[in-house]
Every structure is written in C-alpha cells, then in structure tokens.
C-alpha cells in the first residue's frame, strides 16, 4: 500500500503506527514524556494493540505509567485486570488489590463504572473477600457495632476483613485498604442507590459461582488473541494426522480493513524480521496483500504459544524469546511439508499461502513431541536409570539431549549457546535430524548395555559415564580381570594395555584397526550380539568414541602414561 493511495483516516492510522514505533527506540524516561506531550496523546494511546500497550506499561513501570492508564481504553484496561489479577485460572486477590488500586488512582469513577458494567462478576468477588457489610436497623445503636464499622450514610456500614496471614504482605495491605476506600467512596459519588445495592446484595454471592463466571468471561476476551487456556493450547504441539494438513490446515485469507493494517501487535512485525529466508518470502506476500492477516496470524499465534505454558510476558525480551521459539517450529514445519531441509524464498512463500499458520507450527512441532514422547517413555524403563545412574552416565552431550526432551517444553541442547543457558528452541530441521540420531544411539547403546550383565555399577559418581564404563570393561577382560562388577583398572596394569593401544604414524599415535576390531569381537562375546548387529545399531556412535579417545591420547609422549586423574575414557586407580 503506497502512501499516494491512503484514505486521511488511512493516513492518520499510519502516522499513529509511526509514533509508536519511534516510542520503541526512546527510554523509559523519554518515551513516557513524549508520549503525554503528544498533541493526540489519546488517540495514540487508544491505537496501541493490548499486547503491546501492555509491554509499554510495563517498560515504563506502572505506577509511572498512571497517566497514560487513565486515558486506556476499556479493552486495554480488560487486558491488564485479565493478565495481572489473575494466577493460571485462580483469581490473585493480592495482586488484583495493587492492580486495582492503581486503576482506582488513575482514574476512579470511570473505573468504578467499568467494573460494574464489564466486569462485575470479579468486583462482586472481591468486595466480598475484603468486605464486611452490615445494614443498621432504625432501632439499633451503631455504638453495638463491633470496632472497625464506617458509614457514608448511616444505614450501611461496612469495614475491612482480616487478610489471611499467609497471603498478606505490607504492600498488598496498604493497597487493599487504600483501592476499597476510593472504590467505596467514588461508586458512592457516582449513585448512591447503585452503592447501597451493590454492596446489600454482597451477602448473598456465592464466591465460587462468581469466580466461575469471571473466569469465562476473561477466557472469552483472552481467546480473541489467541491466548486460551494451556489444556486447550497444548493442543498447538500435537503432531498432525495423515491427510489433516490438507483437509484442515488450508488457509482462507479474510478481507483487511484499515484498521486491522495499521494495529498490528509490535510482535508479529518482529517475529517476520527474525529471520532472513522468512524475510524474503514476505517481500512476495506484501504484493499480493496478504501480509496484515499473515502478521496477525503471527501474534496470535504467538500468544497461543505463550498461553501454553502459562505464562505472562511482561517483556520485549521474554516475547521475543517466544516469537524465536515459535519461528523455530514454523522453520521445521515449512521444510518438513516441503521436503526441503533448507527451504527457499520459494518454498516458505508457497506454503506460507497456502496453510495456516498453526498447521505449519504443528507439522514443525509434532516431530519434536513424538521424540519428547519417545525419550519419556524409554527414561522410564531404561537400563541406565534401573542401574541407578544419572542423567550425567550419557556425558555432557547426551544428558543436555535427554535433559532437553525430558522438559515440559523440549528444548534443544547447544553447548556452545550464550545468554546463560545451553537449552534454545528448535530453530532448523537438520537440527531436529541431528537430535533424532543421537537419540536413537542413546537408546541403541542402552539396550546393549543391559547385556553386559553388570552389577553395582552406580558407586562411581558422577566421574561414571558410557564411554568410561565402556572402555574400562573392555580393558578389565583384556587384563584378565573380568568381572560382573565395574572397578577402576590399577594404573600399573594398565600401562602394559596403553602400551598396545596405539601406534605411531607420521602423524603422531592412531589406534589400529585391530585395536578397533578387537573391542568389537569383545563385545559381541559379552552381550552375545553378532559383531554385524552390533555395528548396524552403535557403529556409527562407537566409531566416534575411538575417534575421541584417539583424539585425546594422540599427544602423549612415547613411553608416557596419562594422569589418572585426567583419563576420562578410563577408570583408573593409583598405584
């Protein structure tokens, strides 16, 4: 859409747009500012998307931001109370009392309006917590009211209820006394009859009916952008059926109004810049005017994805991680329904005008769960975890693969990842091809271990892993020390096998074929696999093992030993 082609309205939406994207690069400080000095400081409040308005409160602080709350409008006002008051499907007393105090100061009698006409389900059920209502008769003394009792017209009388111990802190006191005497005194401004029903009829609510009804009202508002309960979006992660892609993941684009082009949330336009090829692919869509449905398609998907895990984001940060996470799987997705590990402009443009969105996230995300799936069925029988071992037996690689699947949400495990942890989303199918491997080789090595018939073999600590108990074995029948029992070998008797071990090439020291081959015969005798089978299920994985042993014996000296202390492919004792 050219600016030569927009409408005046069309034209002040984007100017609209335009400032809020200037207000993203500002500080804390500096954006606050512009934004109250802003000629339309209004309606630039009311064109912010909820989600994003939402970030920006939180950017700027709240209780700085109580100017800009004043002028929200009632959908965004209904995001704030459904995010914040509220823990998983539990209504959060303490926090809803500092969140509603901060309405309550930023704007008390329309907010006092508000709660009555949209949400009065969860205002019914607050005054009733915090509440206590008594109506005096015409015969009776308010003197006979125990202490605490206060009055605006000396019919009804109400006071505070204690705060259970465990859910008090100073904060959330202060801020329940001072949100109930504002909302109190303002409903009470704004219709006296409308107060005194109100707060009458508070003795016959029933809470958890109360509770029930708020709770689908904000699950109603919530759902329309994509934010539904996590057993609902844990759905998103099921692997799609033969034929359901076709069947029901087909895409309907919906006609684009102005108003929809220029309120997209700020994370659908970032999650498309995160990543080039994807980039590309919507230069093409932009042409064809699909690529405000195929933003809005992003965010909500996005916050389909976040509702899963229960979550709420109150940052840039955290949002972006969750766009990467879900980029992640609409990568795997593409190049899983195109058969492309590395998929074009071409091919991501194609599917991406042809399926919805969630249907290409769940073709990216079902593979990952059916190897979560897998991983967590063998943990719980497996061999490993039978001999009372470790997740840290599989060595660093393969613990952080297990450790990855075995979260709520998989993740994939990269040693050499920055930000302060090793776990990062699925972002490419040849790195889902890779996990899938190593996983297989972990399992396949499992089964052959359980044939080795050992016992006791969880007194090692942590210093035990699979290559060490591997090697060590074979060293323990090749010295004549066999045994169903793992003991560290004496770091004498082992001189005479390290002596054997190599051999000197050009290059330094190798490990002879009949070295490698010798270890296979060894182990085909002990777990009674034929050396074919063997090398069919763990060739590749032991392959890798001599490859790293080699690695790291190749650079002592001649007629040297190495020290115990530093072997990690065996497990030595002094002499």
């Not at 795997?332 to 005008?353: D, F, K, M, Y």
């Not at 073709?363 to 990952?368: D, E, F, H, L, Q």
Request: glycine share 6%; charged share 30%; net charge negative.
């Amino acid at each position: 859409m050219t600016t030569q082609s927009l409408s005046p309205h069309e034209e002040r939406l984007m100017a609209l747009a335009t400032k809020r994207r200037h207000l993203e690069t500002l500080s804390e400080e500096e954006a606050l500012d512009v934004l109250l000095s802003d000629p339309q400081a209004l309606p630039l409040v009311h064109s912010y998307p909820e989600e994003d308005f939402f970030l920006l409160m939180h950017r700027i602080g709240p209780d700085d931001f109580l100017p800009v709350l004043s002028m929200a409008t009632d959908r965004q006002w209904h995001f704030i109370v459904d995010q914040e008051c509220w823990e998983k499907d539990v209504p959060d007393y303490g926090a809803m009392s500092l969140w509603l105090c901060r309405f309550l100061r930023a704007a008390p009698k329309r907010f006092v309006k508000f709660m009555v006409e949209e949400d009065g389900d969860l205002m019914d059920v607050w005054l009733f917590r915090n509440l206590e209502v008594r109506i005096r008769e015409h015969d009776e003394d308010p003197s006979d009211f125990p202490d605490g009792f206060a009055t605006l017209d000396d019919v009804l009388y109400f006071r505070l209820k204690p705060m259970p111990e465990d859910e008090s802190n100073p904060e959330e006191r202060e801020a329940r006394e001072e949100a109930l005497q504002i909302f109190i005194r303002s409903l009470a401004d704004t219709s006296h009859p409308l107060y005194f029903r109100i707060l009458q009829e508070m003795s016959w609510s029933i809470p958890a009916e109360l509770e029930e009804a708020a709770l689908h009202w904000r699950r109603v508002r919530l759902a329309e952008k994509g934010f539904i309960p996590a057993e609902e979006a844990g759905g998103l992660f099921q692997p799609l059926k033969e034929g359901e892609l076709e069947s029901r993941g087909k895409k309907v684009f919906a006609k684009t109004t102005e108003e929809r082009v220029f309120s997209i949330p700020e994370q659908g336009l970032r999650m498309a810049s995160m990543d080039s090829v994807f980039s590309e692919a919507l230069v093409v869509l932009d042409t064809e005017n699909v690529l405000a449905d195929l933003y809005l398609e992003m965010a909500a998907l996005c916050n389909r994805f976040i509702g899963s895990g229960g979550k709420v984001l109150r940052s840039r940060e955290e949002l972006d991680a969750a766009g990467l996470a879900v980029m992640g799987y609409i990568r795997v997705g593409i190049a899983r329904i195109t058969g492309e590990r590395e998929p074009s402009p071409q091919a991501c443009t194609a599917v991406l005008r042809t399926y919805r969105l969630d249907f290409i996230f769940r073709a990216g995300a079902g593979p990952v769960m059916r190897l979560k799936w897998k991983v967590g069925d063998w943990y719980k029988k497996a061999w490993f975890r039978r001999s009372g071992l470790a997740l840290s037996f599989w060595d660093e690689e393969g613990m952080g693969l297990l450790g990855g699947f075995l979260l709520d949400m998989p993740l994939r495990f990269d040693a050499a990842a920055s930000g302060g942890t090793y776990y990062v989303p699925f972002d490419s199918d040849g790195d889902l091809v890779r996990a899938e491997g190593e996983v297989d080789d972990i399992l396949a090595l499992d089964d052959v271990f359980a044939l080795l018939g050992l016992e006791e073999v969880d007194g090692m600590g942590r210093l035990l892993t699979w290559k060490n108990m591997l090697l060590t074995l074979w060293v323990q029948d090749r010295l004549g020390e066999g045994s169903n029992r793992l003991v560290p070998v004496h770091e004498e008797r082992f001189r005479s096998f390290f002596s054997i071990l190599r051999k000197k090439t050009a290059g330094g020291f190798s490990i002879p074929i009949e070295i490698r081959n010798d270890f296979l015969a060894w182990l085909s005798e002990r777990t009674g696999l034929l050396p074919a089978v063997l090398a069919d299920r763990t060739g590749a994985v032991l392959e890798k093992l001599f490859m790293d042993l080699e690695e790291e014996i190749a650079g002592i000296p001649a007629g040297s030993m190495p020290d115990h202390r530093y072997m990690r492919f065996f497990l030595l004792r002094q002499a």
